[in-house]
């Protein structure tokens, strides 16, 4: 059965890092769109990093431009992100995604029948 799995959340203070994963199961991730979103409590779900597959296109919101880093390991599909700097804002559960729509300015999902949602992982910046 296809599907995501994040991992690498937790409880930092402001300033410290953590790197999430997500491991795709039951498909080849190499051909597809890949992203991070967020959400916290009450909020909409908002992109926060994306990857195309083959275009070279890639997405950060501004909030975390310069502090995050995306990047895939199409060997193991596996797609990483990279958070330096982590500030109390950045709170949030974190989720990955397939099939989007990637662009510089902007990163959205394909469709409701066809982009994967991973379960999510927590992360929690405070001190």
């Known amino acids: 059965q296809a599907q995501l799995v994040e991992s690498g959340g937790g409880l930092v203070q402001p300033g410290e890092s953590l790197r999430l994963s997500c491991t795709a199961s039951?498909?080849?991730?190499?051909?597809?769109?890949i992203g991070w979103f967020r959400q916290v409590p009450g909020g909409e779900r908002e992109a926060v990093s994306c990857l195309s597959s083959s275009d070279g296109n890639i997405y950060y919101a501004d909030s975390v431009k310069g502090r995050f880093t995306i990047s895939r390991d199409n060997s193991k599909d596996t797609v990483h992100l990279q958070m330096d700097g982590l500030e109390v804002e950045d709170t949030a559960v974190y989720y990955c995604?397939?099939?989007?729509?990637?662009?510089?300015?902007?990163?959205?999902?394909?469709?409701?029948?066809?982009?994967?949602w991973g379960p999510g992982t927590q992360v929690t910046v405070s001190s």
């Open positions: 995604a397939v099939d989007l729509w990637v662009f510089a300015h902007a990163c959205t999902p394909r469709s409701l029948q066809t982009t994967r």
């Open positions: 039951g498909f080849n991730l190499a051909v597809y769109t």
